[in-house]
């Protein structure tokens, strides 16, 4: 069984940072592209950023390019997400993702359940 766990959200100031964590299990992760999601109220859920199975390639989201790193560790089987110079229109529920190949518009094999990320102004 699959499992990808999320940490790391809460609640931090406009100009914060925040690091997310996803931890696999289940999956032969050093195979596996792995991502991010997230999902705003009562907007589509949306690509923010994946890395490849070496982590050799990477790729972001237009809104956080230059304020987010996506990074991974294959010995922990756990990617993680800085989040750096957070604004109030990142806030949302941020989804780990992992798919052989991450594509940012379509859906990927395996979700995690998701950790809220709040920016205040």
């Known amino acids: 069984q699959v499992q990808l766990v999320e940490s790391g959200g809460g609640s931090v100031q406009a100009g914060g940072s925040l690091r997310l964590s996803c931890a696999a299990s289940?999956?032969?992760?050093?195979?596996?592209?792995m991502g991010w999601f997230r999902q705003a109220p009562g907007k589509e859920r949306e690509f923010v950023a994946v890395i490849s199975w070496s982590g050799s390639s990477t790729d972001y989201a237009d809104s956080v390019k230059g304020r987010f790193t996506i990074s991974r560790d294959n010995a922990k089987n756990t990617v993680y997400l800085q989040m750096n110079s957070l604004k109030p229109e990142d806030t949302a529920v941020y989804y780990c993702?992992?798919?052989?190949?991450?594509?940012?518009?379509?859906?990927?094999?395996?979700w995690g359940q998701g950790t809220q990320v709040t920016v205040s102004s």
């Open positions: 289940g999956l032969s992760f050093r195979v596996y592209g």
């Open positions: 993702a992992a798919d052989l190949t991450i594509k940012p518009r379509r859906p990927p094999q395996y």
